[in-house]
């Protein structure tokens, strides 16, 4: 196991009946790195997404992140151990404003309860205040401040996906898993997002990534692992990836 | 004849007579249910609608029982049709709740106009062919009892018939396993929709004229009548309705048998309390598989 | 609580007080008094079902419990009946906990049948355990509250009392909104997985916000024990349950106000149709009280045929379309300027 993994899949594997969605995967997510989870659709990426954050259990073998075991953790633990996610159909709250749905993702770093909240608000005024400016600051970080009171169900899908990578910041992740951040974003869309992955590689965060544009992903990935039928079937540098001829017979089909 | 003995034979009667009903109310939750993916919370009404439409014909228009009957479960099935047409189809996309509050609207609109009708009281009418107890092993049973077992066979009969058997029947199916699907079939799913209403209205309209002799039919009986139902359903698994058959007559002689061993006041909790079990331990229902309804939204 | 919130809580505010000085009859006082409760229960709701996003047709029940509780601790007990309310607030909080705990891991039309269940059965419990709640008789002498050692006699006090109750209600539940609280609560109804990964304990906050939305309906029983001081199943029935959750649908399940609308509108009804059925006998229809059911199907059916989001929000984005039309005139001479 290398010193510096943040995440390990140690012989993962998930069974639907009798369908084999991951099988036996060990996989390891380098700390400070952009890693592209990549493969056929229904390769068993979304599933893999879905085991990590715990949305789903695993059948067999263990998920390690930062040297503690995540299983039989609820997905809220899980992001309060400092896994942040995005989902592949964007789930922002469309009801709430754009500041609003930030301020909801500041939830682990406040305490208020219900008693305070409902009874006793002025006690809780410099908390909120400090929720207040951390959202807003994000909202500039983003570019989306100028739509901070709109509610976000009529954002266009791009900012729509801004806003949820924003949100899952919010709760101050070490890991953030997107999960097809650039699907059905237009090009000049796209390459803000490749930018906006930077920057977050900047900001010391780990990104696991699941993506179908390969453009986006042999830009900005350091290691790039290939998934068919729930297994892996490489792995390593961009360069690499695109001359391993075992993914290219996975992708164009032998 | 052992006494012990005679008590349970007379609670099995009396289970498997209330259980036919909650078979009947429960298969007409399943039809709705599997063509649109609701829960109709009018189901008890179009029973309540049947037996007090029966009791009009037959003991006001002195019909005979056969063409009462008829005429009885076409109105209901027409009443079907109209909610269907009128509250259901015109909305789109619409959220659960709103369907939820939909229906309870339209339960109220037909509990509101049932007593405009017929008034607070409860309905006497007579029994299909008198009202001479037989004797069963010591037991007695009443013929009505026969004719509501009797009729709840020959409507499973014509369900198993129809889904298998008919053109109808089959698309009815297609549209529930997959109505996209259906549709790229060149099935008019809109048009299986307001079938499932109008069957689904049709066999609780059944219901409720085979019952209203034994309990005399008022205005307020749908609730407990469509909670009853809805409890039948989902313990043979919601969308199953051999299922619901089964477990409409098993929750019918569980609630004689407690009413009669634990306490008649507390009868009508009986069902309901073994309604909320199932739905809080088992929510699949006894016959369906748990996997399959992680699938289905509850 | 947020500008136009804290503006529209001061006009409740305003309304209460003003409220008794225009109906002097005590008749209708005494009708705007049980408006209040319906009108407490339906902030509670509000909150779990527009809020929360989770449905319940079982809340008539967490009112009878609370009701009962007054009525036989007082009566039989003689229990003060604040001490009695409280108790019934604990006995609420432990049942809401018990049956929120399983029934809140199920969605949409299984939610809805379970709490449906759940208030029929309380409702069968309230006829047949004749010893503990008197049966179809139910039980009488129930006393009056007193505040401070003066008990409130007149049914201006009595109104008084019970709709500085709804003005708490309404304060906790503004409140709890524009709070971490609200703001969580208003996300698992947006989405649950993605409320989940923030952070948020998706479980334990249905269950919390069901507790407290069953608080209000026990407070709301617990008052209309003590006003009319008797109690019987009969108002307890399920059919209460689900007035209550149309009076919310009804008003606009998406803010305090519309259940509050709601509550008012609907609770009034029967009075307006005995208004009204003077006039309709002068068309020519004989209106009669039994009509109200049908009556009142019909509104609720309309209302969410043709306006899904309440009356209110019917009445505020009529309101904001007239802003808007004087607001774009505004402009145009902006720019011709």
């Known amino acids: 196991m290398p010193d510096n993994s943040i995440l390990r899949l140690n012989r993962l594997r998930r069974t639907f009946g009798g369908v084999v969605a991951v099988s036996d995967l060990t996989l390891d997510v380098c700390r400070g790195t952009v890693t592209s989870l990549i493969g056929p659709n229904g390769a068993g990426k979304t599933t893999i997404f879905n085991l990590i954050t715990g949305y789903l259990h695993p059948t067999a073998g263990e998920i390690i992140f930062n040297g503690r075991s995540l299983m039989g953790l609820k997905p809220h633990r899980i992001a309060a151990a400092g896994i942040g996610r995005t989902f592949q159909n964007v789930q922002i709250f469309p009801q709430m404003s754009v500041l609003e749905n930030i301020m909801a993702g500041r939830h682990l770093r406040s305490r208020a309860g219900f008693f305070y909240s409902s009874i006793l608000p002025p006690v809780l005024r410099g908390e909120e205040k400090k929720i207040q400016e951390s959202a807003e600051k994000q909202l500039h970080f983003l570019g989306l401040a100028p739509k901070a009171h709109v509610p976000a169900g009529s954002l266009p899908l791009g900012s729509q996906r801004m806003l949820e990578i924003a949100r899952a910041l919010a709760i101050e992740p070490k890991l953030l898993l997107l999960d097809e951040p650039a699907s059905g974003l237009n090009s000049r869309e796209t390459i803000a997002m490749g930018e906006l992955i930077q920057k977050i590689k900047a900001m010391q965060i780990t990104v696991l990534l699941v993506e179908h544009d390969m453009e986006l992903v042999m830009d900005i990935s350091d290691a790039v692992a290939v998934i068919n039928f729930g297994s892996l079937i490489a792995n390593g540098s961009p360069a690499e990836i695109q001359a391993n001829e075992d993914v290219i017979a996975a992708y164009l089909g032998e | ?298 | 609580m947020k500008g136009k919130h804290s503006a529209g809580f001061f006009a409740l505010i305003g309304a209460i007080m003003v409220m008794p000085l225009l109906v002097t009859n005590d008749y209708y006082l005494g009708v705007l008094t049980f408006t209040a409760f319906n009108c407490l229960t339906c902030v509670g709701l509000c909150l779990l079902m527009g809020y929360a996003g989770q449905i319940s047709i079982g809340h008539g029940a967490f009112v009878a419990i609370g009701a009962y509780t007054t009525g036989i601790l007082t009566t039989k007990l003689a229990w003060s009946p604040w001490l009695a309310m409280l108790c019934g607030v604990v006995l609420v909080l432990v049942i809401a906990f018990c049956v929120g705990i399983p029934a809140l891991r199920l969605k949409g039309h299984y939610l809805a049948m379970a709490t449906l269940g759940f208030a029929s059965i309380v409702h069968v419990v309230a006829v047949a355990a004749v010893d503990l709640t008197g049966g179809p008789a139910g039980i009488v002498g129930i006393p009056r509250l007193n505040l401070f050692g003066y008990v409130l006699n007149s049914d201006k006090q009595y109104f008084y009392f019970a709709w500085s109750a709804v003005a708490a209600g309404v304060y906790i539940a503004l409140n709890l909104i524009y709070s971490r609280v609200g703001r969580g609560l208003q996300a698992l109804h947006g989405s649950e997985d993605a409320a989940a990964s923030l952070g948020i304990n998706i479980t334990a906050y249905k269950v919390q916000i069901f507790m407290l939305s069953a608080v209000f309906a026990s407070v709301s029983g617990s008052l209309y024990a003590c006003y009319v001081n008797y109690i019987d199943p009969g108002p307890f029935d399920v059919m209460h349950s689900v007035l209550l959750i149309t009076m919310v649908a009804v008003g606009g399940l998406h803010s305090i106000w519309g259940a509050l609308t709601g509550a008012v509108v609907l609770s009034l009804l029967p009075e307006i149709l005995s208004f009204l059925s003077d006039y309709l006998q002068v068309v020519g229809i004989q209106y009669q009280p039994d009509y109200d059911t049908l009556v009142y199907g019909g509104i609720l059916l309309i209302i969410m045929l043709f306006l899904p989001e309440g009356i209110f929000s019917g009445i505020s984005s009529v309101l904001s379309r007239v802003r808007l039309l004087f607001g774009k005139t505004a402009k145009g001479t902006d720019h011709a300027g």
Request: glycine share 12%.
């Open chain 2, 1 to 298: 004849m052992d006494s012990a003995f005679v008590d349970v034979l007379q609670f099995l009667i009396m289970g498997i007579q209330r259980g036919s009903i909650y078979a009947m109310v429960a298969m007409g939750f399943n039809m709705i249910y599997n063509a649109t993916g609701i829960i109709n919370f009018a189901q008890g009404e179009f029973v309540v609608l049947g037996g007090l439409m029966m009791v009009t014909l037959t003991m006001g228009f002195h019909l005979s029982i056969v063409f009462a009957f008829i005429l009885s479960v076409l109105f209901v099935m027409v009443a079907g049709i109209l909610m269907e047409r009128l509250t259901i189809n015109p909305v789109k996309q619409p959220s659960v709740l709103r369907l939820i509050i939909i229906t309870i609207a339209v339960s109220i609109i037909i509990k509101g106009a049932a007593m405009c009708f017929w008034g607070k009281g409860s309905h006497y009418m007579r029994h299909f062919s008198g009202s001479t107890s037989l004797d069963f092993y010591g037991a007695t049973i009443l013929p009505q009892t026969l004719w509501v077992v009797g009729i709840l066979c020959c409507v499973v009969a014509a369900y198993i018939v129809f889904f298998n058997y008919t053109m109808t029947g089959k698309c009815m199916r297609a549209c529930a396993i997959n109505r996209d699907a259906a549709r790229l079939a060149g099935i008019n799913d809109r048009k299986m929709v307001m079938l499932s209403f109008a069957l689904s209205a049709g066999i609780g309209a059944i219901a409720g004229i085979i019952i209203t002799p034994i309990i005399q039919m008022d205005y307020a009986r749908g609730a407990m009548l469509g909670l009853k139902g809805f409890g039948a359903a989902v313990l043979g698994g919601l969308g199953n309705s051999m299922g619901a058959v089964v477990a409409g007559v098993l929750l019918g002689v569980l609630e004689a048998l407690g009413a009669g061993y634990i306490s008649s006041h507390y009868m009508d909790a009986i069902a309901l309390i073994i309604l909320l079990f199932v739905l809080f331990i088992r929510p699949s229902g006894i016959f369906g598989s748990a996997e399959a309804m992680r699938l289905k939204e509850f």
